[in-house]
Each structure stands twice: as C-alpha cells, then as structure tokens.
C-alpha cells in the first residue's frame, strides 16, 4: 500500500484545515488507515482511524469535537477535516494504513505497517 498525504500548512488557531491522503495499491487488504502526528521532542501519537471497509470512527480524546475522519472508498482517499486549531495542534501529520483485522490495535502505531511521507501543519497563536 502506496500512501500520499497532502494538505498541510500554516493557520492561525482556530482556524480550519483538510489534510487528505490517497491510497493505492492493496488497498483491498486494508483494514484501517488512520492519521498520526508527531511534534518536535515528542513521540508520534494516534489522531484519528476509519476502518475501510465499515467506515467506524477512531479519535484521539484531544481532537474529539474538533476533527472528523472521512473516506472515499472510490477514490481510494481519506480526509482529516481539522477544525477549532490550537497551536498544540502543530505537529507533521502521517496518515497510515494497517492490514492488521482488529480493532484493539486501531491506536497502536506499531501495527501500521504502511505510512506516507508525512505534511507539517503549524497553528500560530
């Protein structure tokens, strides 16, 4: 699975941003894809996941109310619609996808095996 995130940029805080990322390859093996962040100095954290096929939710307590997770199935993308930033938002931003058939592992990074190159999005105060 090939993955191309794009979308990222500087907003002031609370504004609005859509990261989307576009999938191809094996794409009919994928269970989930979902997008990560990491900030400078810390480690990279879970954001938010959709299963392919279901379309369920996963989020992250600190985006929840704030960004939603979509997908296009047709086009083989997903979209992070990010909304109300905060600077602590600022971070770059990987989508990833998992063939791994199980939803205890949606949060864990280690078991998304494919990942874009990564979009830096940056909240100014």
């Known amino acids: 699975v090939q993955l191309q995130a794009s979308g990222g940029g500087l907003v002031q805080a609370g504004g609005s941003r859509r990261l989307s990322c576009a999938a191809s390859?094996?794409?009919?093996?994928?269970?989930?894809l979902g997008w990560f962040r990491q900030a400078p100095g810390k480690e990279r954290e879970f954001v938010a996941a959709?299963?392919?096929?279901?379309?369920?939710?996963y989020y992250a307590d600190s985006v929840k109310g704030r960004f939603t997770i979509s997908r296009d199935n047709a086009k083989n993308t997903i979209d992070l619609q990010m909304n109300s930033l905060k600077p602590e938002d600022t971070a770059v931003y990987y989508c990833?996808?998992?063939?791994?058939?199980?939803?205890?592992?949606?949060?864990?990074?280690?078991?998304?095996?494919?990942w874009g190159q990564g979009t830096q999005v940056t909240v100014s105060s």
């Open positions: 990833a996808a998992s063939l791994v058939r199980s939803s205890s592992y949606v949060l864990d990074p280690q078991v998304y095996a494919y």
């Open positions: 959709i299963t392919w096929s279901s379309g369920h939710r």
């Open positions: 390859g094996r794409t009919d093996s994928t269970y989930v």
